[in-house]
């Protein structure tokens, strides 16, 4: 089993920085990619990035390519979100995914991830 913990969350303006971080624990995700997706109230779930547990392989979403970094710790079990430039778009409940036991790049599909973290919320004012 793996738990992931999300946090860093909160309101800020249009323009302003944030940083997600996904707190893993339980079992060893070396051959896990995780990636962080986001869903907004009436849409669907979006991915916005991955990365290979190794920090090897990044992919992201083509909204947020230019403004959003995502960075893993192997030592701290954490990966980060980096989200600059936010956009009252950007506004959604933000959730962590692993796939575990999963050698690959990270999947955009979210059928493709077993574990899941509760979520944080992110909104942006315009």
């Known amino acids: 089993q793996v738990q992931l913990v999300e946090s860093g969350g909160g309101l800020v303006q249009a323009g302003d920085s944030l940083r997600l971080s996904c707190a893993a624990s339980?079992?060893?995700?070396?051959?896990?990619?995780v990636a962080w997706f986001r869903q907004a109230p009436g849409k669907e779930r979006e991915f916005v990035a991955g990365i290979t547990w190794s920090g090897n392989t990044k992919e992201y979403g083509d909204s947020v390519k230019v403004r959003f970094s995502i960075s893993q710790n192997n030592v701290r079990n954490t990966v980060y979100l980096q989200m600059n430039s936010l956009k009252a778009e950007d506004t959604a409940v933000y959730y962590c995914?692993?796939?575990?036991?999963?050698?690959?790049?990270?999947?955009?599909?979210?059928?493709?991830?077993?574990?899941w973290g509760q979520g944080t919320q992110v909104t942006v004012s315009s």
């Open positions: 995914a692993a796939r575990a036991g999963w050698n690959g790049g990270p999947s955009r599909e979210s059928r493709e991830y077993e574990y």
């Open positions: 339980g079992r060893s995700l070396r051959r896990s990619p």
